[in-house]
């Protein structure tokens, strides 16, 4: 199996524009798994609320802090409390696919949008992004891509959902 692990997050924030939550996920992957909450925050006016053990993410463009190749090249970044977890690149806007690699491993990261609309630069609700993890296969991520657009892995990904427990 290429593919390891799995993780999706949706837009359920009221408040907030580009937060995503996980809502399912196979729990196995560390670099996700170590991001998760560890105390909770009440809301706010300005703020949503996170649950202990909540992992979210931002999903927007590039900011210009993450500068060099990185923002003259990747499409999106998701990030967690201002540090780029991944820049994403999507070759082909229309087809709800993307790639990336997770920061600082050796980790490809394949990414199939869902619903993911913008307006006026907030997600919309019932936006989600999955995300495929290939452990080890960041120098084959453009390969991976591929083989994604084109149907290769489509029965890893149903396998890695059916083993997703409920976030």
């Known amino acids: 199996m290429i593919l390891t692990d799995y993780y999706r997050f949706e837009k359920v924030a009221l408040k907030s524009k580009l937060r995503m939550d996980c809502t399912a ?9 170590e ?6 925050t009440a809301a706010t006016a300005k703020r949503d609320a996170t649950e202990v053990g909540c992992l979210v993410v931002y999903f927007g463009d590039v900011p210009d802090n993450f500068g060099g190749n990185v923002h003259r090249k990747a499409d999106k970044a998701l990030t967690i409390k201002g540090q780029n977890l991944s820049s994403i690149f999507v070759p082909d806007t229309e ?54 657009t ?4 489509d029965e890893e990904m149903e396998a890695l959902r059916e083993q997703a427990k409920t976030d």
């Open 25 to 33: 996920s196979t729990h196995s992957y560390q670099e996700f798994e």
């Open 35 to 40: 991001k998760r909450a560890t105390k909770a």
């Open 95 to 148: 087809s709800g696919f993307a790639y990336g690699d997770f920061k600082g491993t050796n980790d490809a990261l394949l990414f199939v949008f869902q619903n993911l609309n913008t307006v006026d630069g907030r997600i919309q609700a019932g936006g989600g992004i999955e995300v495929f993890v290939a452990r080890g296969k960041s120098k084959d991520r453009v390969p991976l891509y591929n083989l994604l």
């Open 150 to 153: 084109d149907g290769g892995l």
